[in-house]
């Protein structure tokens, strides 16, 4: 059992857990992700590590209540445990010198991206940072962010916080204006799929995180498989982060979308039930 | 833990043997019919997840045992790979005492429940039975008494927990709680050490949880077979992946001498055919742990799979007899193997394949997978299949597949379970660059004692295999113990 020592809401829908977990806490590097279940019954799901403090033997995860899990997750409170949590697993993110960097976080997104920020910035690189959202309340970390970011751009959907606008109206907003030498972009498929898309046309290095479904996470059932230049790749071991200009993002989205309809029945249920 | 063959003959010239001999004249033991194991009927099980096989009664066991002709040289021991005395077990059944008979299993195997159950028997200790080499008759059922004397033992309530030898204190870790990994702690816990299995997944069992069906072998049997370890003074711990959550650097500090690596299956292997990735497109790996250890198909459960009503299972092996029969068993109208060569060449046991005819399942041998096909949502609704021949015998030995040109056509499906085979877990090579590995990803050993290229690092089962059975998985096992105990001695404890 894995104890939540503190809680944060950041919105409605999305919440941070401090949980107890001083292996992983000690070995994680930016990049990785765990694998997290809850209950006997629960589903593993994996989720990239926010933070981690190894003195205090924690880590940080940012959940967004899509469904069952995430909700079951999102409702513990401090005090409460998580089930099962398995990590670090992955490949940690190649962190070096390049120059400057654009780092760009949609919605949740941003959460894994911040230890990334962190690391670039004292790898000694330029970091732009744009976070984008869909509204105010879902604008998370920016303070966190401010720390490490020589300039960081917001966008919202709806113009309630920042600038009016998607991602990619940001990220192309900083390339026009300074050199840039490679991106990172986090956030749901469809974002990280139009972030890719841009910077192809600028001709820029981008790496993505991916967010595949998952079962065992270790390399065993290859759910999680995914076609990065023709081809097929785990993103469980070989990533999560893939070069973007390579991604097959509508296989990847197909693929993310194999359960929907079973998913949006389960969470019907579910939500009569609490 | 090597046994002397002269304990064989010791055993075998006690007075109680000598009188169970005397007993029936051997032309009356040769005379009898081999027993046929008791079987849910097959329309009824091809929609339950109960066991197919319903084990032997006592009195079925006691005269299945008497067939045994107690040989002065039992032949059936040398096709054990963890060298069960065979006569031994066979002979305390027909005695009645089927407690010590059980005992008799557990001192060289420490999962004789799991053994009974899914050891392939007819090509090991069976195969080597008096009956088979020299009478041309079926093998005595040693599988189904095996199975019979420890599901006795379970049911009784007196579990026998071997005895260990007085604590020495020395740390050994196991990695993986599979087949291997849980037959090298026995022994290791029988030496005297202070073992500690490190388990990546949530739950203890590896494959005999994720992987093998509930109606093969019942997880609560596995469970059981945990326990009893447990009481032995093993210790467990889930969610600990070797290399990530802890590195062996950082155990070694930690006070482990020695390990032996059990982690089983990895990557599993597709065939690189346009569509392969499609949604409805699963490996075996990833249909059977949905099913088995996260119970998908059931209701409560949080962990969804996808129901199809035409399944395709790609591959002729045990994992695939299991896939298609547990699409069966979800409620499919078509359920398919289909397998590139032809039944004689089949690698899966005998009895699985007879099974799953049984149940209803259509075995499209001959055939191999060219295309996959996806309706507008990206799921699969179609699937292109080659026709093939059979050619000259390749490296396997088996005859190798050719295409008939133009032979292609389409069968309709909705889900397609690949098994094909999987590569090594990469998770341990890759986190100690010096481990010596072959051009396959399986970790190098001296076949002996299972020792790695890096001396405390000692390993078996799949990781070094490749792929292979149970039995074999806990053969390594037993071995790599001897092995461990062996480097402890000359060089640990020397210090």
């Known amino acids: 059992m894995y104890r939540i020592v503190d809680k944060e809401i950041f919105s409605d829908n999305v919440v941070k857990l401090e949980i107890h977990a001083p292996r992983i806490a000690k070995k994680r590097k930016a990049g990785h992700f765990v694998i997290v279940k809850t209950g006997d019954k629960g589903e593993r799901i994996p989720l990239t590590i926010a933070q981690a403090d190894p003195s205090k033997g924690t880590i940080t995860l940012v959940i967004q209540k899509v469904g069952v899990t995430s909700h079951k997750i999102a409702r513990l409170n401090k ?49 732009m940072t744009v976070l984008a959202a869909r509204s105010k309340d879902l604008v998370i970390l920016e303070d966190q962010m401010k720390l490490f970011s020589d300039e960081i751009v917001v966008m919202t959907d709806d113009g309630s916080y920042g600038n009016k606008g998607l991602v990619t109206q940001g990220m192309e907003e900083v390339i026009k204006k300074t050199k840039v030498d490679q991106v990172i972009a986090i956030g749901p498929a469809i974002m990280m799929k139009y972030a890719s898309l841009l910077t192809k046309k600028y001709n820029i290095p981008t790496l993505v995180s991916l967010n595949s479904i998952m079962v065992d996470g270790t390399g065993m059932c290859g759910a999680c498989r995914v076609s990065v230049g023709g081809e097929t790749k785990f993103v469980c071991v070989d990533g999560p982060e893939f070069d973007g200009h390579e991604v097959d993002f509508d296989e990847l989205l197909s693929r993310l979308g194999a359960y929907k309809e079973e998913e949006a029945v389960a969470y019907q249920n579910y939500l009569k039930t609490i | 833990m090597a046994i002397n063959p002269d304990y064989f003959k010791e055993e075998r010239n006690k007075e109680w043997r000598i009188q169970l001999r005397q007993g029936i004249k051997n032309k009356e033991r040769v005379s009898r019919e081999r027993i046929k194991m008791p079987e849910q009927d097959p329309d009824v099980r091809n929609k339950n997840s109960k066991e197919v096989n319903l084990g032997l009664s006592e009195k079925q066991a006691v005269t299945e045992s008497q067939r045994c002709i107690d040989c002065p040289d039992p032949t059936c021991i040398t096709g054990c790979p963890v060298e069960i005395n065979i006569p031994e077990f066979i002979k305390y059944i027909e005695a009645g005492d089927f407690l010590s008979s059980a005992r008799v299993l557990k001192q060289t195997n420490s999962l004789p429940a799991v053994c009974g159950r899914v050891c392939p028997q007819e090509v090991q200790c069976e195969v080597q039975c008096f009956y088979v080499k020299k009478m041309n008759k079926p093998a005595v059922a040693i599988g189904h008494l095996e199975r019979f004397a420890a599901d006795y033992e379970r049911s009784s309530g007196k579990i026998f927990v071997p005895e260990t030898a007085e604590k020495n204190n020395i740390k050994v870790g196991i990695i993986g709680s599979g087949p291997g990994g849980l037959t090298a702690a026995g022994d290791l816990a029988k030496y005297g050490y202070d073992v500690k299995v490190f388990e990546a997944l949530h739950e203890l069992g590896g494959v005999l949880k994720y992987g093998i069906p509930e109606f093969r072998l019942p997880n609560d049997i596995v469970d059981v077979e945990i326990d009893n ?60 742990t949905r099913v088995n250890l996260m119970n998908a198909a059931k209701q409560d459960f949080d962990t969804p799979v996808l129901f199809g009503k035409k399944v395709a299972v790609i591959g002729g092996g045990n994992t695939a007899m299991d896939s298609v029969r547990t699409a069966k068993r979800l409620g499919a109208e078509r359920s398919m193997i289909i397998y590139r060569r032809s039944f004689e060449e089949m690698p899966a046991r005998i009895e699985e394949i007879k099974h799953a005819e049984e149940e209803g399942i259509e075995f499209l041998n001959l055939n191999s997978p060219v295309e996959y096909y996806a309706d507008k949502n990206g799921r699969v609704n179609r699937m292109k299949v080659q026709k093939m021949k059979l050619g000259e015998p390749d490296k396997s030995g088996r005859r190798r597949p050719i295409p008939v040109e133009g032979s292609e056509y389409d069968i309709d499906v909705d889900l397609v379970v690949v098994s094909v085979g999987v590569s090594p877990n990469p998770l341990i090579p890759k986190s100690l660059p010096e481990l010596k590995v072959t051009k396959w990803g399986t970790i190098e050993v001296n076949p002996d004692n299972m020792q790695s290229s890096i001396p405390y690092i000692f390993a078996g089962g799949d990781i070094v295999r490749g792929g292979a059975t149970v039995i074999l998985a806990m053969g390594d096992g037993r071995k790599a113990a001897a092995g461990m105990h062996d480097y402890i001695l000359k060089t640990v404890k020397k210090k």
């Not at chain 2, 020695?258 to 089983?264: I, R």
């Open chain 2, 229 to 288: 370890l447990r009481k032995m003074g093993v210790s467990f711990v889930t969610n600990f992946i070797v290399g990530k959550t802890a590195s062996f650097s950082d155990l070694k500090k930690e006070g482990f001498v020695a390990f032996f690596v059990a982690s089983g299956a990895g990557l599993p292997r597709f065939m690189n055919v346009p569509g392969e990735n499609y949604v409805g497109i699963f490996s075996a790996n990833e249909y059977l």
């Open chain 1, 79 to 127: 005090g409460d445990s998580i089930t099962d949590v398995a990590g670090p697993l992955g490949q940690a993110t190649h962190i070096e010198n390049v120059g400057t960097v654009l780092c760009a976080g949609g919605g949740v997104g941003i959460a894994p991206l911040l230890p990334i920020v962190e690391a670039m910035k004292k790898k000694g690189n330029k970091v």
